[in-house]
């Protein structure tokens, strides 16, 4: 997961040896590196793991990695919204964010390498969530914005987009007493 969150970009070996053993490197530090590069390069194939100056690389081509994908959808579909194509932002964003498969990096987010990374996806996927409902809105689906907007409150609840989105299309729906609601309950939390 190390060497993908990377994708691309070289990876100093002493960086390596700090993030896998959190700056307590064992004698063996250096020889267990080399050896679990070793496993992967059979794995993934010689031309994908390389070593120079110092640092290692894996090449990953951009349609290879779900994080491209999303990143690239996420930027297109914003730049539609921003041009006011409402429908292609829509399927745009709701495509880039129909890749997740729960939180980013699960299993690497508590690590000090994982965890800034985690953080910036995340942020990444509220604000495509945000466009999308923001997207959708724009076409007159009130009705399932709500209820995808509650949806993802739940888990970003102090995302005022998120709150300004649900609040809306309650308003847009005839639900002004319900928006009202769902303003206290924003306000309160």
């Given amino acids: 997961v190390r060497f993908l969150v990377a994708a691309n970009r070289p990876v100093p070996i002493e960086r390596l040896k700090d993030d896998l053993w959190e700056g ?3 004698a063996s530090a250096a020889s267990t590196l080399k050896s679990h590069v070793s496993l992967l390069r059979r794995s993934l194939g010689p031309d994908r793991l390389s070593h120079r100056d110092g640092a290692y690389l894996l090449r990953v081509g951009p349609d290879e990695l779900d994080v491209f994908a999303f990143e690239s959808d996420a930027a297109a579909g ?5 041009a006011g194509d409402a429908r292609s932002a829509a399927e745009t964003l709701g495509r880039g ?5 729960g939180p980013a990096l699960a299993d690497a ?6 965890e800034p990374e985690a953080v910036r996806l995340e942020e990444m996927r509220a604000a495509a969530l945000e466009g999308w409902l923001e997207a ?9 914005v709500v209820a995808d907007a509650e949806a993802a409150i739940a888990e970003h609840q102090l995302r005022e987009g998120l709150w300004a989105k649900l609040i809306t299309a309650l308003y847009l729906s005839g639900r002004q007493a319900d928006a009202l609601r769902a303003y206290q309950r924003l306000r309160e939390l």
């Fill in 24 to 26: 307590e490197l064992p």
């Fill in 78 to 82: 914003r730049e539609l919204l921003r």
């Fill in 97 to 101: 964010l129909q890749l997740w498969r």
């Fill in 109 to 114: 987010s508590e690590t000090s390498w994982g």
């Fill in 136 to 144: 959708r809105l724009s076409l007159g689906e009130t009705h399932d």
